[in-house]
């Protein structure tokens, strides 16, 4: 079993919908990030999260520490959020360790 | 702008060829990493560095090589050891081992194809 579980590991959704991604630890965190990676393949970073939310835009972040899960949330969809979105989480021996990433379609 | 070049954005390699992938960042960072992508895998790292003219291997280093003469400049060498290079390379870097303080900053990556 990996030590981080995303899912769902695809995802499509029409222009505007509420889209909800889940990350599931299970080692001890000091972080947790958030990533998108565009099709191109480079990556931008999101998040880091250490405890409750954030939020940029349309997107939240929320994590639950007790619970080892942390959720990505973009509000009002659109097209260009295409995207693979990856949760990496940052054990206490400062290892990143990854997700297999979600793949998320947008149409509009 | 700061940020991370990495080139070239596709390579392609030939059996039995050392082929060496570029990555320099203006943003004073004191660690960089090269990771590795391979489809349905999370990233995995192969070297990282946390100053000038020190590295570790990470863990998939076997068959890749990698030097940190420069702040800047962290190149990794993919030599002919390496049995299934045929991946998606990402350089990264943050201010420093510890870059939960601060984020992580990726690069573009680069595509290398064995032909």
């Known amino acids: 079993k990996n030590e981080v579980e995303q899912s769902p590991q695809n995802l499509t959704a029409q222009e505007g919908e509420f889209i909800t991604i889940n990350c599931s630890y299970s080692?001890?965190?000091?972080?947790l990030h958030w990533l998108q990676q565009h099709p191109g393949g480079g990556i931008v970073s999101l998040f880091m999260?250490?405890?409750g939310k954030k939020k940029h835009g349309r997107l939240i972040a929320t994590i639950n520490i007790q619970e080892k899960h942390s959720s990505l949330h973009i509000t009002a969809s659109h097209p260009r959020d295409s995207a693979v979105y990856i949760c990496?989480?940052?054990?206490?021996?400062?290892?990143?360790?990854f997700g297999t990433g979600t793949r998320l379609q947008v149409f509009p | 702008d700061g940020g991370i070049t990495q080139s070239p954005k596709y390579l392609f390699r030939k059996e039995g060829q050392n082929v060496t992938l570029s990555c320099e960042q203006n943003?004073?960072?004191?660690?960089m990493y090269w990771y590795r992508q391979d489809p349905g895998q999370g990233l995995r790292l192969i070297y990282y560095?946390?100053?000038?003219?020190?590295?570790q291997k990470g863990d998939i280093a076997e068959g890749y090589s990698v030097s940190r003469e420069k702040k800047e400049s962290f190149p990794l060498t993919v030599t002919s050891a390496q049995k299934n290079p045929t991946a998606f390379y990402l350089c990264?870097?943050?201010?420093?081992?510890?870059?939960?303080?601060?984020?992580?900053?990726f690069g573009s990556g680069t595509r290398l194809t064995v032909v």
């Open positions: 943003l004073n960072h004191d660690a």
């Open positions: 560095s946390q100053i000038v003219n020190d590295f």
């Open positions: 080692v001890g965190i000091s972080a």
């Open positions: 990496a989480v940052r054990s206490y021996t400062d290892k990143l360790i």
């Open positions: 999260l250490s405890s």
């Open positions: 990264a870097s943050s201010i420093d081992l510890r870059g939960w303080s601060y984020g992580y900053t």
